[in-house]
């Protein structure tokens, strides 16, 4: 008789914020943009600030506000909605990452102060506030899992429900 042993799959977690903000009544969201000195993934690439959970604890929110905060130095004050989770095989792209099956990552929809300035770890090069038709059209310098966030983001949150948001709390300019 053979016993097949099953293991459970080493999956990286990873969350990320959605920071939406105004400009001249004007939905812009604020995306980052990929250092090539720090990263052989999605180089120069736009994304959703946020990075990996380091606890391991499956508490997205915790590992969401910790890396916010450390890429950006913008704290957020508190989560409104998950947007979109992905998950898949695990890309090793001959990295040494390799000791991963999965990846998963969670989008989520914040509330921050306004925001006064973005202070940027070594990840990321430069960043921009960016209103959504840029970003629905520019699928090619936006990182894959970011583009289809937005794209889920459009479907289940309205222009008017947008609208309110940053209503009550515009975040720069």
């Given at each position: ?48 600030f ?26 957020i004050?508190?989560?409104?909605s998950?947007v ?90």
């Amino acid at each position: 008789m053979s016993s097949i042993v099953m293991k459970k799959p080493r999956v990286l977690q990873s969350a990320r914020a959605i920071i939406m903000g105004s400009h001249n009544g004007t939905p812009e969201f604020l995306l980052g943009q990929r250092s090539k000195v720090t990263t052989n993934r999605h180089q120069r690439m736009l994304e959703c600030f946020g990075g990996t959970l380091l606890d391991k604890d499956g508490r997205f929110s915790k590992g969401l506000f910790r890396e916010n905060l450390e890429e950006t130095g913008i704290k957020i004050n508190k989560v409104i909605s998950e947007v979109y989770t992905e998950h898949r095989k695990w890309e090793a792209n001959g990295s040494a990452e390799a000791e991963y099956d999965e990846y998963e990552v969670k989008f989520f929809l914040v509330d921050t102060p306004t925001i006064k300035e973005v202070r940027l770890s070594p990840e990321h090069s430069g960043y921009g506030w960016f209103p959504m038709p840029f970003i629905l059209l520019n699928k090619k310098v936006i990182r894959p899992s970011t583009h289809r966030a937005f794209e889920v983001f459009c479907k289940e949150f309205d222009p008017v429900k947008i609208a309110a948001l940053l209503t009550v709390n515009p975040k720069h300019h």
